[in-house]
């Protein structure tokens, strides 16, 4: 079994989109571990997406994500990255599939709804990162 975290962002909050997200979550099979509503600070938001900080974008990104509460969760079960990450769809929702939460939810990149982590190296860092007292 595997974990990762799964982020409801600031837009499916604020769109009320928190308990469609859990719901998919849930029905998937998977099975939530940890569960926080936050408002993320500039530091954290900026580790986060540590990736990204050479992209044009990530100004606009730190922006998005510290603009309103969010629902950050650790989500376990058998291949748990790549199952969360096949519900949530592809980055752009305009391309995502229908079916997936962008796919049926979203229409622009930035504002995609839900986050993934995409590697078992990216999930503990970012486990690590919201949830310390999980280890
Ligand atoms: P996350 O699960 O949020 O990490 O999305 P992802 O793994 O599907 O995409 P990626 O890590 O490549 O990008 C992180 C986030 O940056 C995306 O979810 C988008 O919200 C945002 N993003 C990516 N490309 C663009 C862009 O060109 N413009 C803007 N404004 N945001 C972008
Ligand atoms: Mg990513």
């Given at each position: 079994s595997e974990r990762t975290l799964v982020l409801v962002k600031p837009d499916g909050v604020r769109r009320g989109l928190v308990g469609e997200v859990i719901s998919r979550i849930e029905r998937k099979g998977l099975t939530l571990v940890a569960m926080e509503l936050r408002t993320l600070t500039r530091e954290t938001a900026e580790s986060h997406y540590e990736e990204h900080a050479?992209?044009?974008?990530f100004g606009e990104l730190v922006e998005f994500i510290t603009g309103g509460p969010l629902v950050a969760m650790v989500v376990e079960g058998p291949r748990a990255i790549e199952a969360f990450r096949s519900l949530a769809g592809s980055t752009d929702p305009v391309s995502a599939a229908p079916g997936t939460i962008r796919g049926d939810f979203g229409l622009q990149i930035g504002e995609n709804i839900v986050h993934g982590s995409d590697s078992t190296y990216s999930a503990d860092r970012e486990i690590k990162l919201f949830f310390p007292e999980l280890g």
């Open positions: 050479s992209k044009p974008f």
